[in-house]
């Protein structure tokens, strides 16, 4: 599925191919447990770019959508080096984005980590709380889904 969205069965997804670097590690050649949040951030980027409703156009319609919740758990460690996948799937975007994460080792196929994020959408300036996503981030979710299938 390399660079494509593909519809599943629950929503939209997209994997986005990342590699634990010097940088990401901890003294024991290990992925600091922290780092996996950027690991997530890297593939919810790519999957909102990918869905055509990204940071920028977040932005640009004047909305933001602060992380409300974070879930995580971690099954082995990725080591300095190793390459992964981060499967980034959209399951709810009609009252808040929620997105459900799968790490895979690249060499050996297990996960590494399973994820959920759920963000809520903000009006600005007013810094009003919305209940419900805007319509243009819907709208591009439901048209992607209905071309893809």
Same mark, same amino acid.
């Given at each position: ?5 593909? @519809? @599943?069965?629950?929503?939209?997804? +997209? ?23 950027? +690991? ?6 790519? %999957? ?29 460690? %990725?080591? +300095? ?5 981060? !499967? ?18 690249? !060499? ?26 805007? !319509?243009?981030?819907?709208? !591009?979710?439901?048209? %992607? ?5």
């Amino acid at each position: 599925m390399e660079n494509e969205l593909e @519809v @599943v069965k629950n929503g939209i997804s +997209f994997e986005t191919k990342i590699r634990a670097e010097f940088y990401d590690v901890d003294s024991m050649n290990i992925v600091y447990h922290g780092n996996y949040v950027k +690991f997530l951030e890297v593939a919810r980027c790519n %999957l909102l770019e990918k869905i055509g409703y990204g940071y920028n156009d977040m932005i640009a319609t004047k909305f933001m959508f602060p992380v409300t919740t974070l879930n995580l758990k971690y099954i082995r460690s %990725l080591q +300095f080096e190793e390459e992964a996948i981060v !499967k980034a799937t959209l399951v709810e975007w009609e009252n808040r984005i929620r997105i459900k994460y799968e790490i895979r080792s690249l !060499k050996t196929g297990q996960i590494v980590t399973k994820a959920e994020t759920t963000q809520m959408a903000v009006k600005m300036p007013e810094n009003e709380t919305l209940f419900v996503c805007p !319509k243009i981030f819907t709208e !591009k979710v439901e048209r %992607l889904k209905s071309a893809i299938n």
